[in-house]
């Protein structure tokens, strides 16, 4: 069974950090191209950023030059750094993982940027 665990999600001051993690597990995570989404209420899910089994990176320009994806293989486990954070990156985190087609995600970590 395939499960998708996030965490380090929190409040922090607009200016602040803040850097996820989801640990992977019952999948062969390697292979897989992992992604940060997020959702806020009445809205739809949108991409942050994702990383191939390539380390190949792509982010939505809201983010750019801000957040960092990286991935550990040996560690099953990846990472969204976020920099310079704003009141509106203020939402649900969502870690996802696809392999042509086949994909999952983890509950959510909830990350609040205000003073």
């Known amino acids: 069974q395939v499960h998708l665990v996030e965490s380090g999600g929190g409040l922090v001051q607009p200016g602040g950090s803040l850097r996820l993690s989801c640990a992977a597990s019952?999948?062969?995570?390697?292979?897989?191209?992992m992604g940060w989404y997020r959702q806020t209420p009445g809205k739809q899910r949108e991409l942050v950023a994702t990383i191939t089994s390539h380390d190949i990176t792509n982010y939505a320009d809201s983010v750019k030059g801000r957040f960092t994806i990286s991935r550990g293989n040996a560690k099953n486990t990846v990472y969204l750094q976020m920099n310079s954070l704003k009141p509106e990156d203020t939402a649900v985190y969502y870690c996802g993982a696809d392999f042509v087609g086949r994909g999952y995600w983890g509950q959510g970590t909830q990350v609040t940027v205000s003073s």
């Open positions: 019952g999948l062969s995570f390697s292979i897989y191209v």
